[in-house]
Every structure is written in C-alpha cells, then in structure tokens.
C-alpha cells in the first residue's frame, strides 16, 4: 500500500496567520517561528527555531519564487514535523530567487532525524505553489480553516 504523505497531517487552524505584522525577513522569521512555536510538537523555548530558521537562512534565501517562501529548519526542538503558514499583506524581501518579494509564507520545524516525510512534504507543497491559481485561492482565504480546505482540496485531485 502507498502511503500518501498529507500536507494538512502537519498543520492546524493554530499554526495559520492571515495578517502577519513583519515588514521585514528577520522579522517575519521570528514571526512565523513564534507561530510554529505555539504547536505542543514544537519547543520554541530560547527561540530555537528562529535561530534554527535563521541557519538555514545562511545556506540560501528560502524564498523558492512567486511570492513564496517555504523557511525551513532541521531542529531537535522539533518532535515531529510541523507546518505552520502565514499571509503578509504587504510583500516582503526576502531575497527570493526570482528577486521578487514575498507574501505566502510554509515555514517547517522537523526533527534532525525525520528527514523522509519532511522532503517529501517539501517537494509537494514545492509542486503545488508553482500553480498561480493555486497562490491566488491561498489569498483569497479569509480564514485558517479555509486555508487547510483550500490546501486539502488541492492535494485531493
């Protein structure tokens, strides 16, 4: 049997902000690290995921093109893989590879050690926002439970 990895297994309406406050990368990654930080699979204490996003960062902007970023962090403050996602109303800097600035936000906390799920969660939602229709009904969603529906949807076709 295949076993089908589920974007929507890794989130909650708790872990979806529509209006986040940054105007800038390093805010938005504390941000979106103090948003994953509210999951009971996530130990934010001493702002380990910031830090852990903010390393990663180093390696290349996470900013993946099309108004998205997918910031993501590998962390022991991780006990299973966790996706939190945010909305800037105004689009942010992030150093994309398309130059272009950001304003959908997947940000990932994953144990060290659980790297299966979390590359095949990453290629998928990868896969998904490359479709502009799809990035537009993201935006158009009014609340967290529309957001996983709209997702959940997607990944049902």
């Known amino acids: 049997m295949i076993n089908i990895v ?5 989130m909650s309406e708790d872990l979806i902000s529509l209006n986040l406050k940054s105007k800038n990368k390093e805010d938005v990654l504390m941000e979106l690290a103090g ?3 509210v ?9 380990a995921i910031y830090k852990a996003l903010v390393e990663r960062e180093k390696l290349g902007s996470t900013g993946i093109g099309k108004g998205v970023a997918i910031p993501h962090a590998k962390t022991d403050a991780a006990e299973k893989l966790t ?15 398309d130059n272009e600035n950001v ?4 940000v990932f906390a994953s144990p060290i050690k659980d790297s299966q799920v979390y590359l095949k969660v990453l290629a998928r939602i990868s896969r998904l926002i490359r479709e502009e229709s799809f990035r537009n ?13 709209c997702i959940n949807n ?3 076709i």
């Open 137 to 149: 009904e993201l935006l158009a969603c009014k609340t967290p439970k529309e957001v996983l529906e």
């Open 35 to 37: 948003l994953i930080g």
């Open 6 to 10: 589920k974007i929507t297994d890794y």
């Open 83 to 97: 996706i939190a996602f945010g909305i800037s109303n105004e689009k942010i800097d992030f150093k994309a590879l």
């Open 103 to 106: 304003n959908l936000f997947f």
């Open 39 to 47: 999951s009971p699979d996530v130990d934010n204490t001493g702002n």
């Open 154 to 156: 997607k990944e049902s």
